[in-house]
């Protein structure tokens, strides 16, 4: 045996270790260890907060929902880019502020309802609805919209202004169930998807079951079940053993060896600087905290080699990504001299700042944590790390931000699945982005001029942007773009790609 099939032999019994030691594996809950034949069983970080539908932008909650319970009016093909008809067959721009949508005809609601022009007029008003506060109305929409369906195959939309991506927008809109609730959220949708619901145990397991009056080609599995385990190495080994078929999150260490599948998902990890507090608030100060990073050190000793040092906050292959922006060297050098300087000008820089963290968010957050931790105390920072489940990080992440905190800085992952800057720069570097603690009146005024491009222009005005804003904002500081990694059994076909961090369908999945 060689040594490298020695360390591959001790790290896959790690895993099995890990998971027995633990008690956490399926059987220990009660679970099936053998599946039947028509069943697919994934294993996720954590259970989904919530499968309301005009939430599904968030990653816990897409990954089940988008394309399995309900769909979009188009998709985005992840490999190609393109945008693809699904609920509606075409779309043409009417007016400069007003898109009409052809839908497809004999598509049914799961409960056998039809599924028409009002229906999604229904979805669309209640995803821009203020009052609900969908997780999509701050990732998606700026604008208020305003629908009408003059016949059941026929949908106008119309923005306050001309917006030559609309369609794509739009495209985050899952259609969901007339009756649904147009003033509050609902936990479990009725979509058109290939899949309904037809259990949620809280804690321990939400099983679908293929939808009998689907108006596209069936799935192969009739049955799929979600459990989540928080440990990635059991998440590894549940797959191993034969409990699980998929195991997402997971990392190279955590012993799934050869059953291990690599793909680039699109997300990058960042820093947010709440620079609206002392000693954040002085853009030296975050200056400082970029140059400290050791990106290539974290990428090859934490992440093996699975990233790339981040520049920006969007990927290659999204239109307003900018390939002339190079990482931050790192120079701790440098960073304590512009320190110096700001320690010189009287600036307080004892205050305590929190290092707010998801649990979860990737493999070896923890210790990625605990290394930048140690970076940021070479500038004299007094960083306290704090881990925190998904709802207790949403209150950071999303607006509006809890008062009266204090500085924090937050690592954020963040994936453009639409393809386009504009889902980025909206969310995230607007002075009132849904997910952007800071920025100013001129940047928000060239962020509308470079959305109301197209083409070209829109390319390189967005691009733009993004070697703009470290020299006038520099709310974050950038880490890496990540490749994801599943745990893929034997008995099942299923290629992932840059989408299924965040949606992951079941109907791609087949037996073996």
């Known amino acids: 045996m060689t040594s490298a099939q020695r360390r591959a032999a001790f790290v896959r019994a790690r895993a099995v270790l890990v998971a027995a030691v633990l008690g956490l594996t399926v059987a220990a809950c009660g679970g099936q260890a053998t599946a039947p034949a028509d069943t697919i069983r994934i294993v996720l970080p954590e259970e989904p907060p919530t499968l309301e539908a005009c939430d599904a932008s968030l990653t816990g909650t897409g990954v089940v929902v988008r394309s399995n319970i309900t769909e979009p009016l188009a998709e985005r093909n992840p490999t190609t880019g393109a945008l693809e008809p699904l ?91 007339p009756s649904t609730d147009a003033d509050g959220k609902v936990r479990e949708p009725v979509g058109t998807g290939p899949f309904r619901i037809a259990g949620w145990e809280p804690g321990t397991r939400l099983t679908l079951e293929r939808n009998p009056g689907y108006w596209g080609t069936p799935p192969a599995f009739a049955r799929a ?86 520049a920006q906050l969007i990927p290659d292959g999204v239109i307003g990504y900018n390939p002339d922006l190079r990482p931050e060297p790192f120079d701790t050098a440098r960073a304590q001299a512009l320190m110096d300087e700001v320690r010189a000008d009287g600036v307080d820089l004892s205050a305590p700042i929190r290092f707010i963290v998801r649990s979860g968010l990737f493999p070896r957050v923890s210790e990625v944590t605990q290394a930048i931790q140690y970076q940021l105390s070479q500038l004299g920072l007094n960083v306290q790390i704090q881990m925190m489940d998904s709802a207790e990080g949403l209150e950071y992440q999303q607006r509006p931000f809890p008062e009266g905190t204090g500085a924090y800085i937050l690592m954020i992952q963040h994936g453009n699945q639409a393809g ?81 961090g965040d949606e992951m369908r079941l109907a791609a999945m087949t037996p073996a």
């Open 87 to 177: 609920l509606a067959t075409s779309w043409t721009q009417t007016t400069p502020t007003s898109w009409t949508f052809t839908l497809r005809e004999g598509v049914l609601f799961s409960d056998g309802t039809p599924f028409d022009a009002a229906a999604a007029a229904h979805s669309i008003d209640r995803a821009v609805n203020a009052d609900i506060d969908c997780h999509i109305q701050g990732y998606v929409f700026n604008d208020s919209l305003e629908t009408a369906a003059p016949d059941p195959t026929t949908l106008v939309v119309t923005s306050d202004t001309p917006d030559p991506i609309l369609p794509l927008r739009l495209s985050f809109v899952e259609m969901v169930h």
């Open 225 to 310: 079940e979600y459990q989540w385990r928080s440990d990635s190495s059991v998440r590894a080994a549940m797959v191993v053993n034969g409990e699980a078929d998929i195991a997402t999150g997971i990392g190279p260490e955590d012993g799934a060896e050869e059953l291990g599948v690599s793909f680039p998902n699109n997300e990058t990890t960042a820093l947010r600087l709440q620079a609206t507090e002392p000693p954040l608030d002085d853009i030296r100060v975050r200056r400082a905290i970029g140059m400290v990073i050791d990106r290539d050190g974290i990428i090859s000793a934490l992440f093996e080699g699975a990233g790339t040092p981040a």
């Open 420 to 500: 386009d800057a504009a889902f980025t720069l909206d969310q995230y570097m607007l002075s009132d982005g849904y997910q952007s603690s800071y920025g100013i009146p001129d940047f928000d005024a060239a962020i509308a001029a470079a959305e109301a491009l197209s083409g070209p222009e829109r390319h390189a005005a967005l691009a733009a942007l993004f070697a703009r804003e470290p020299e006038e904002i520099d709310q974050y500081a950038y880490i890496a773009h990540m490749r994801g990694m599943l745990a893929r059994s034997p008995r099942v076909h299923y290629e992932p790609d840059a989408a299924t």
